[in-house]
């Protein structure tokens, strides 16, 4: 029987309680990690930990803010405590400005600081968090390691809001430059940078009777036509955490159905 992409690494991932996070701790577990799934919801943790256990796979939950590096710390150690040592942070943990019932996305004027700080704790200082603990693991264990990240299509281009994407952009930026910062230590830093995405995000509601309609929204926007599944988003980090990418560093890759490469003229 073949082997999967990550056979018997230990990786760590936030946000793990619904969408992308979820969805990543499932197919990472099918390709033979060991999965800590980690969120601020303990109970959608303990959910989505089960869910992997009752798919065969070795997963255990811890409730964790992203935006606390003491409990990023004691995530990564509930990792080395549970598994004997970290290979993999999938930092996906992330959050936006809630859009006006009725009216859509808030313009930047509309935004307050606390929602704004709120957005930026989360977004960039808990990527840099996770990124901290991570190395530090790896520095100890002496192996190096692999720190993937989702940013978002918001962080290349214009869209999806301004202090969303601004956050995102951090993101993008924050990864080519630690990729080379830690080069040497042979840790790789990479990105996942989706588009439109049906999950809980945003108040979202996958479950919703107009799911189709909103889908199809969602699809038109890209050139490829359909949105973005949150299994995509996790097969990307999936294959930026594996061995097949085991000399891709600094990378901000998209998984938008072509959006950021541009529109179709004419046709």
Same mark, same amino acid.
């Given at each position: 029987?073949? /082997?999967?992409?990550?056979?018997?690494?230990?990786?760590?991932?936030?946000?793990?309680?619904?969408?992308?996070?979820?969805?990543?701790?499932?197919?990472?577990?099918?390709?033979?990690? +060991?999965?800590?799934?980690?969120?601020?919801?303990?109970?959608?943790?303990? /959910?989505?930990?089960?869910?992997?256990? !009752?798919?065969?796979?070795?997963?255990?939950?811890?409730?964790?803010?992203?935006?606390?590096?003491?409990?990023?710390?004691?995530?990564?150690?509930?990792?080395?405590?549970?598994?004997?040592?970290?290979?993999?942070?999938?930092?996906?943990? !992330?959050?936006?400005?809630?859009?006006?019932?009725? *009216?859509?996305?808030?313009?930047?004027?509309?935004?307050?600081? /606390?929602?704004? +700080?709120?957005?930026?704790?989360?977004?960039?200082?808990?990527?840099?968090?996770?990124?901290?603990?991570?190395?530090?693991?790896? /520095? *100890?264990?002496?192996?190096?390691?692999?720190?993937?990240?989702?940013?978002?299509?918001?962080?290349?281009? !214009?869209?999806?809001?301004?202090?969303?994407?601004?956050? +995102?952009?951090?993101?993008?930026?924050?990864?080519?430059?630690?990729?080379?910062?830690?080069?040497? *230590?042979?840790?790789?830093?990479?990105?996942?940078?989706?588009?439109?995405?049906?999950?809980?995000?945003?108040?979202?509601?996958?479950?919703?009777?107009?799911?189709?309609?909103?889908?199809?929204?969602?699809? *038109?926007?890209?050139?490829l036509g359909k949105a973005i599944d949150a299994?995509?988003?996790?097969?990307?980090?999936?294959?930026?955490?594996?061995?097949?990418?085991?000399?891709?560093?600094?990378?901000?890759?998209?998984?938008?159905?072509?959006?950021?490469? !541009?529109?179709?003229?004419?046709?």
């Open positions: 029987m073949m /082997e999967g992409l990550v056979q018997g690494k230990v990786v760590l991932i936030t946000g793990a309680g619904s969408g992308v996070g979820r969805a990543a701790c499932l197919l990472f577990s099918e390709h033979g990690a +060991k999965v800590v799934a980690a969120d601020i919801n303990g109970g959608n943790a303990g /959910e989505t930990a089960q869910a992997v256990r !009752g798919a065969g796979g070795e997963c255990v939950a811890v409730t964790c803010n992203v935006a606390d590096p003491a409990s990023v710390d004691a995530a990564v150690a509930k990792a080395v405590d549970s598994f004997g040592r970290l290979d993999a942070i999938y930092n996906n943990a !992330g959050i936006t400005i809630l859009p006006v019932p009725g *009216k859509g996305m808030k313009s930047l004027v509309d935004c307050d600081p /606390e929602e704004m +700080k709120r957005v930026e704790d989360v977004n960039i200082n808990g990527v840099i968090y996770g990124s901290q603990a991570a190395i530090r693991q790896f /520095e *100890k264990q002496g192996t190096g390691g692999t720190i993937v990240s989702t940013a978002s299509v918001a962080g290349l281009m !214009g869209y999806g809001g301004v202090l969303y994407g601004t956050t +995102k952009g951090a993101v993008v930026q924050f990864t080519r430059a630690l990729a080379i910062e830690v080069a040497d *230590k042979g840790i790789r830093v990479n990105a996942v940078c989706p588009a439109g995405m049906l999950t809980h995000y945003a108040g979202m509601d996958p479950d919703s009777e107009h799911r189709d309609r909103i889908l199809e929204g969602m699809g *038109k926007a890209h050139p299994r995509d988003t996790a097969a990307a980090a999936l294959f930026l955490c594996s061995d097949l990418a085991s000399n891709i560093t600094g990378v901000n890759l998209p998984v938008d159905g072509g959006l950021y490469a !541009g529109r179709k003229i004419g046709g």
